[in-house]
Structure formats: structure tokens, C-alpha cells
């Protein structure tokens, strides 16, 4: 798979991710945290400060950080997220920091997200999220699910996504504001900008909407990356991959 898939996706969340290259925003105190050579910073100006985006050189996200105030110090609350990779080069895990550097639960209830790219009975391989509290205790997000498995089209984007419970059951969810979701298909229109939509379904296949998801690609979602809200699945970032 195609190592942008997984990254892509969740932020937005399912937030991203493909992050946006963006202008350099206003970081003042910039001297004070100085930059590895292995990294690079993007700077994005925020009402409430900055967030800064460290990658590696070949793109990839490292963490993202909420900054703010006199000092761009982090911000109180859920202000880093910390990616983590595999030997191969595949995103393993995505960390939820508070300020002193410790695992913190989100808004959805989980403060990691632990990824794996197992191959389905069809041979089609698939990215599988799980999802753990701060004590690494595996969970249930408030959406509902405790599973997300996605499959990816032939562009790398998210095709479908399945809803389970820790013993793989379908488990009815939340998702874009539809309940009772327990799969969705994404299509991806090419507008002015891409657009993407979706069709949800209950566990008997039903479809319960159809919907635009906030005019957004699961790519370009990257503001639930750092306001957590679980609105979309994350990519695989690893070209075992996703």
C-alpha cells in the first residue's frame, strides 16, 4: 500500500493525512526550539497561536504541536500528536501528549491509535485501527467502534471502512453524524476542489444516508489532528503500506 493511505485519512481524521504544505505562519520564539537536521518545520498561524508540523525529510509527519503565548509555549490540554513507524517504514502508532509529554484521551475516548495491514480473505490488503486509553488499555471510542478497517481504491484513498467491536462483530457507530453505521463507501468527486462523499450503511447493508463529508478529502482533513474529533479513518502510512 501506498505509504500517504493511512497518514491521509483519520485526520480527518479519517485528520489526515496528507498535510497541507502551507505558509510559514508567525513563530517567533522559533530559536528556542531548534530543529534536528533529520526534520523539517511547517508553521500554520492559529487564533489561538501556531501549529507546527515536523516532518521527516522525506515528508512523512513526525508530531504536530499546538503552540501559543508569549513563548509559544504548548498549549494546556491535548497539544501534541506523536507518529511512530514501523521497521518498514509503515505508521504503527499515533500518540495523544498533553504538555508534560503524557498519553491523554481525547474527545473520542482513546489517546492511541495502533495500526496494522493484514491481507483480507480476498487477498485485498487492509488498514486495521485499534484504539487505547492512556494506560494502554484498549477501548471504545464514543463513536462506537473499537475497530475501524479501511481498504484503499487504486488512487490510495479510502474505498470503504468497517465498523467492529474488540471481537471483530460489526458495531453500530457514529460517523459524520449518522448512527447505526456500521460500513461506508467513499466516492471522491472532482470539483473546484475534491469533494467527498459517502454512503452509509447498517449491519443488514442498508443504506441509512448519502452524504458530502464536509467537502473535504480524508488528505486534506488535517485540522482534526489537532481539535481531535474522530470524523473520518486514517490512512496507512506505509507501503507494505498505507
Known sequence: MKKNFVIALASVPLGAIFLCSCA???????????????????????PWGVKVIYKDLSGHPLRIEKRGGPDD?????????QFNYGTNGALAT????????QLTCNT?????????????????PV???????????PVAT???????????????????????????????????????????QYFYLQGVTPIVCGVFRDASGNILDRKQMKGLTAETSVE????????????????HHH
Open 73 to 81: 509555549t504548548l498549549l494546556p490540554g491535548i497539544c501534541t500528536i
Open 142 to 184: 464514543k463513536s462506537g467502534f473499537a475497530m475501524m478497517t479501511c481498504t484503499e481504491n487504486k488512487d490510495g484513498r479510502v474505498n470503504t471502512a468497517h465498523f467492529s467491536d474488540f471481537q471483530s462483530r460489526p458495531a453500530p457507530s457514529t460517523w459524520f453524524g449518522v448512527s447505526n453505521v456500521v460500513d461506508v
Open 127 to 137: 488498514v486495521e485501527e485499534t484504539f487505547f486509553d492512556e494506560n494502554q488499555q
Open 24 to 46: 510559514s505562519g508567525q513563530f517567533s520564539n522559533a530559536a528556542l526550539y531548534p530543529v534536528p537536521q533529520s526534520e523539517t518545520r511547517e508553521v500554520v498561524d492559529k
Open 94 to 101: 499515533k500518540q495523544y501528549l498533553n504538555s508534560a509529554g
Open 108 to 124: 473520542n475516548g482513546y489517546a492511541i491509535t495502533k495500526y496494522a495491514y493484514p491481507v483480507d480473505s480476498t487477498g485485498q
Open 224 to 239: 482534526t489532528e489537532t481539535d481531535p474529533t474522530y470524523d473520518a479513518p486514517a490512512h496507512s502510512a506505509g507501503s
